[in-house]
């Protein structure tokens, strides 16, 4: 699912996000678009835990169950906030304004532990505009 594309202000992607065993090696949700890189945030799945990008750990055992994802990006004040179920998981600044930023969620194969069959499943996707 693609939302629409932005420049600035603070936009938000919500959504009930699944992922069943087996799934490894995968980005979940990202804003793509950054004047460094291609994406501004991955969050990715790699044996159950939710990574940024392939680094810091934002959440274990996710497989096989519904979890509501938060992701904000205030373009203007540079800064990702994550909310997994209500609570925040992580924060950092983003990687540049970037011109026609868009939140992405599905399944794109990352570089690391990858499985040879990925899914995800989505639910009540919302986007907002503050």
Not at 36 to 49: C, E, K, P, Q, R
Not at 68 to 75: A, E, F, K, S, T
Request: hydrophobic share 35%; proline share 2%; aromatic share 14%.
């Amino acid at each position: 699912m693609q939302g629409l594309d932005y420049s600035s202000g603070v936009w938000q992607f919500e959504s009930c996000g699944f992922v069943p065993n087996g799934t490894s090696g995968a980005c979940i949700v990202h804003i793509h678009g950054a004047s460094h890189g291609a994406t501004t945030f991955m969050l990715t799945i790699n044996y159950g835990d939710l990574r940024y990008y392939s680094g810091q750990l934002v959440a274990t055992d996710m497989y096989d169950k519904w979890f509501r994802v938060n992701l904000i990006h205030d373009v203007d004040g540079e800064k990702v906030t994550l909310f997994i179920d209500g609570v925040q998981k992580f924060e950092t600044k983003d990687r540049g304004p970037g011109d026609d930023l868009y939140f992405k969620c599905g399944v794109y194969a990352a570089r690391k532990n990858i499985s040879y069959s990925m899914e995800s499943r989505w639910k009540d996707i919302k986007i907002y505009k503050k």
